[in-house]
């Protein structure tokens, strides 16, 4: 490391509080990356996590997850633009959200993909940084450098919006795929 960041030693409270934020939060910052419109997430990912190195003085102790949100929504804005490619990825955004809700959920329900694709981006935002990675009001406030008034009106008018859209898509049923014989195809 340089003189301005001296290697810690194997018993630094920075480095061990800065390991233990790593380990619980890498795999949700990268994931968020890619829901965030990151060409690589991982880059993203690490970039934000190299940032909180530099600033973890600065960061209140317990406040970490909500800054690294921040820090990817930031990094991940800055190579877009840096790529000039920014008007595309807010178009696809709602493609790249819908594919990452997808890809990590279990079995997701068809109805809620609809619904989350019928949804601006902002209004997607909001709902799966509250809902999919669990955060609180405030620490949505934080990632999205807003009020947490702000949130709490955006986030209620965006649920709304999503009741509305998922009742709109009700009728969509699952109807397994049969073969000319009559049983089921399994594709």
């Keep these: 490391m340089t003189a301005d ?35 690589d997430p991982d880059d993203v990912a690490s970039d934000a996590f190299a940032a909180l190195w530099r600033h973890l003085d600065e960061v209140r102790e317990g406040a970490e997850r909500a800054w690294l949100h921040a820090a990817v929504r930031r990094v991940a804005a800055n190579a877009r633009r840096a790529a000039g490619r920014r008007d ?16 990590s959920a279990p079995a997701a329900d068809p109805r809620v993909e609809h619904a989350l694709a019928a949804l601006s981006a902002s209004d997607r935002e909001l709902l799966l940084l509250s809902v999919w990675d669990g955060l609180e009001p405030a620490q949505v406030a934080a990632a999205l450098g807003a009020s947490r008034a702000t949130v709490a009106v955006r986030l209620h008018r965006a649920r709304g919006r999503f009741r509305a859209a998922y009742e709109r898509h009700e009728h969509v049923v699952l109807v397994p795929a049969t073969s000319a014989e009559g049983g089921i195809d399994a594709r």
């Design 88 to 103: 595309a990825l807010v178009d696809e955004l709602g493609a790249e959200a819908g594919r990452a809700a997808a890809a």
């Design 5 to 39: 960041h001296p290697t810690p030693s194997p018993r630094d409270p920075r480095l061990a509080r800065f390991d233990a934020v790593f380990r619980d939060r890498y795999e949700e910052l990268r994931r968020f990356a890619l829901r965030a419109g990151a060409a």
